[in-house]
């Protein structure tokens, strides 16, 4: 199982970024998936999570109304689409596979890094 972040980058508050994480060892239309972040200093923050179905989604209320989660299954690819960036949204960001029930990931990739300048 893998998973690999990109698109990550620095960017102007007020400004775009389309995270792509591809998987492999897995179908995300078989598992949960999720996008994480982490800020030095602070504790991770969950984003957003999809379900294996794609029917159900989660977002945590700092990014509700700005960012988007969503997959193509053909392409096996979990995307996160950030609109509105703040400086708060400075992070590393990371996706992962969700353990079945549970919360937390049994396995997550290298992050990428999102900057935004004020």
């Known amino acids: 199982v893998q998973l690999q972040a990109s698109g990550g980058g620095l960017v102007q508050a007020g400004g775009s970024l389309r995270l792509s994480c591809v998987a492999s060892g897995f179908r995300l239309d078989y598992w949960a998936t999720a996008w994480f972040r982490q800020a030095p200093g602070k504790e991770r923050e969950d984003i957003s999570c999809?379900?294996?179905?794609?029917?159900?989604?989660f977002f945590r209320d700092s990014v509700k109304g700005r960012f988007t989660i969503s997959r193509d299954n053909a392409k096996n690819t979990l995307y996160l689409q950030m609109n509105s960036l703040k400086s708060e949204d400075t992070a590393v960001y990371y996706c992962?596979?969700?353990?079945?029930?549970?919360?937390?990931?049994?396995?997550w990739g290298k992050g990428t890094q999102v900057t935004v300048s004020s």
């Open positions: 999809i379900s294996s179905s794609g029917a159900s989604t």
């Open positions: 992962g596979r969700k353990k079945p029930g549970k919360d937390d990931m049994d396995y």
